[in-house]
């Protein structure tokens, strides 16, 4: 006998309909495009939230002998061009915390833990992108640091950690350390990558610099050679927990 079924559907927020939660903690607008840009793109048009938050300013640091801007202005720019960039990847959130550019070992790695931690318990992810230990910026390193403290194993749920490259730090310092043994075949997001990365206008340079358009796509390329597909994002699996 057939029977008439009522379904419900009870919408209890709009997590609800995320797939997975990633946070991407990085120390200066830009590195989350030159690390993960095609990833982020693929985990958004996978219904996945995905924040981004950065830890320095990204642009204290540089001479300013030359500038007709000050340095409020300067920094609120290059918010702006991170913003642009997100929206692009279809990033849910950004944050910036506007620590020392270039200059996170002159304050207390706890503090730095401390942000990442506050993310974690407010964001709840299943993963965090963020960078990778041998790398030559110093900025860069701590970030990594934090990251795997704020991560250790002491809860019920802890977030997988993975690291990716930046170009331009990762490949400069020396004895190069990047070990991937995670490839994300980014193909149909490489053009969107590049066209976000193109919102950083005072970061891009000219081929053969490392963050040129050309050679971002030569690296994407690389990767994919290495995991058999046309273009590839490569990271670092540091600890997942299953």
Same mark, same amino acid.
């Given at each position: 006998?057939?029977?008439?079924?009522?379904?419900?559907?009870?919408? =209890?927020?709009?997590?609800?309909?995320?797939?997975?939660?990633?946070?991407?903690?990085?120390?200066?607008?830009?590195?989350?495009?030159?690390?993960?840009?095609?990833?982020?793109?693929?985990?958004?048009?996978?219904?996945?939230?995905?924040?981004? !938050?950065?830890?320095?300013?990204? =642009?204290?640091?540089?001479?300013?002998?030359?500038?007709?801007?000050?340095?409020?202005?300067?920094?609120?720019?290059?918010?702006?061009?991170?913003?642009?960039?997100?929206?692009?990847?279809?990033?849910?959130?950004?944050?910036?915390?506007?620590?020392?550019?270039?200059?996170?070992?002159?304050?207390?790695?706890?503090? =730095?833990?401390?942000?990442?931690?506050?993310?974690?318990?407010?964001?709840?992810?299943?993963?965090?992108?963020?960078?990778?230990?041998?790398?030559?910026?110093?900025?860069? #390193?701590?970030?990594?640091?934090?990251?795997?403290?704020?991560?250790?194993?002491?809860?019920?749920?802890?977030?997988?950690? =993975?690291?990716?490259?930046?170009?331009?730090?990762?490949?400069?310092?020396?004895?190069?350390?990047?070990?991937?043994?995670?490839? !994300?075949?980014?193909?149909?997001?490489?053009?969107?990558?590049?066209?976000?990365?193109?919102?950083?206008?005072?970061?891009?340079?000219?081929?053969?610099?490392? #963050?040129?358009?050309?050679?971002?796509?030569?690296?994407?390329? #690389?990767?994919?050679?290495?995991?058999?597909?046309?273009?590839?994002?490569?990271?670092?699996?540091?600890?997942?927990?299953?």
């Amino acid at each position: 006998m057939l029977t008439n079924k009522i379904i419900v559907i009870v919408n =209890i927020g709009k997590d609800f309909f995320y797939v997975m939660r990633v946070l991407v903690v990085v120390a200066h607008p830009d590195d989350e495009v030159l690390g993960a840009g095609g990833t982020i793109l693929k985990h958004t048009k996978n219904n996945d939230f995905v924040k981004v !938050i950065y830890l320095a300013t990204g =642009i204290t640091s540089r001479d300013k002998s030359n500038e007709k801007k000050s340095m409020k202005e300067q920094i609120d720019s290059l918010r702006n061009d991170a913003k642009k960039a997100c929206k692009i990847l279809n990033v849910a959130k950004t944050d910036f915390y506007d620590l020392p550019d270039n200059k996170m070992d002159s304050i207390p790695l706890l503090e =730095i833990v401390k942000i990442i931690e506050g993310e974690i318990k407010k964001e709840k992810p299943d993963r965090i992108y963020t960078h990778h230990y041998g790398d030559l910026n110093i900025d860069h #390193r701590l970030t990594y640091s934090a990251c795997l403290t704020a991560c250790r194993p002491i809860s019920k749920k802890i977030p997988e950690l =993975i690291c990716f490259e930046i170009a331009s730090s990762t490949e400069w310092n020396y004895p190069y350390s990047f070990n991937p043994n995670y490839f !994300i075949n980014i193909e149909k997001q490489i053009d969107k990558k590049i066209q976000a990365m193109k919102m950083y206008k005072n970061e891009m340079r000219k081929f053969p610099h490392p #963050r040129s358009t050309q050679n971002l796509e030569k690296i994407s390329a #690389r990767w994919g050679s290495v995991s058999g597909t046309k273009y590839a994002e490569a990271f670092e699996i540091i600890r997942k927990i299953e």
